[in-house]
Each structure stands twice: as structure tokens, then as C-alpha cells.
Nanobody, 124 residues
Framework: QVQLVESGGGLAQAGGSLRLSCAAS????????MGWFRQAPGKEREFVAA????????YYGDSVKGRFTISRDNAKNTVYLQMNSLKPEDTAVYYC?????????????????WGQGTQVTVSS
């Protein structure tokens, strides 16, 4: 049974930073791509970032390019999302997800397992 547990969410001011972590267990972490998605109230789930199984390739949604960085530590079975220059529009519940393949993707349907989410709130 795969489990994904996010942490690091909270309240930040506009222009500030937060770092999200997602600890995975249940199958060989280093074989699978990981992704971050977010969902704001009343909006559809949005792709944020993805990283390939080795960490060699990363992908970002247009709204976060240049501000957010995804990384992973396969020795710790953990994926991270460093969020800088935060904006109020970044306010959402952030979800970690594990793909069913090694290469990253923006399509949520390619992700087989999801965490419970962590709230990020950015004040202006």
C-alpha cells in the first residue's frame, strides 16, 4: 500500500517562501516519477510540477515557472517543492502524487497515488 504524506504547508506573506515535503512509502520510490498538484477553492486541480524517477528531468506549470523548484531525494523517499516569490494566487491545497511510470507528466490521470494534501495560504 503506497502512502504519501505531505508536510510544510502553512501561512506565508506575498514574496515569501515555503518548502513542501512529501514522504513516500509502500513501493520502490526511485522507480517512479513524482508530481505536485494544487487545488484552490472553486477551481479545478492544477498541475504544479513533476520530476522523473532519477531527478534528471523536471517539468513546471506555466504559473510557477521560475518561482518553484521540485527536487527529490531517493535515499530518503522524499520529494520536495521549494516555493519562492509566493503570490496570493498560490493559495491552495497542495497534493503530492506518484506516477505509474518513471517519466514525469502534467496529466493527473497518469498518477496512481495521492497524498491527503497540505494547505498553503499566501497573504497579500
Amino acid at each position: 500500500q503506497v502512502q504519501l504524506v505531505e508536510s510544510g504547508g502553512g501561512l506565508a506573506q506575498a514574496g515569501g517562501s515555503l518548502r513542501l515535503s512529501c514522504a513516500a512509502s509502500g513501493r520502490t520510490f526511485s522507480r517512479y516519477a513524482m508530481g505536485w498538484f494544487r487545488q484552490a477553492p472553486g477551481k479545478e486541480r492544477e498541475f504544479v510540477a513533476a520530476i522523473s524517477y532519477s531527478g534528471g528531468n523536471t517539468y513546471y506549470g506555466d504559473s510557477v515557472k521560475g518561482r518553484f523548484t521540485i527536487s527529490r531525494d531517493n535515499a530518503k523517499n522524499t520529494v520536495y517543492l521549494q516555493m519562492n516569490s509566493l503570490k496570493p494566487e498560490d493559495t491552495a491545497v497542495y497534493y503530492c502524487a506518484q506516477a505509474g511510470r518513471g517519466s514525469g507528466a502534467s496529466q493527473s490521470g497518469l498518477y496512481h497515488y495521492w497524498g491527503q494534501g497540505t494547505q498553503v495560504t499566501v497573504s497579500s
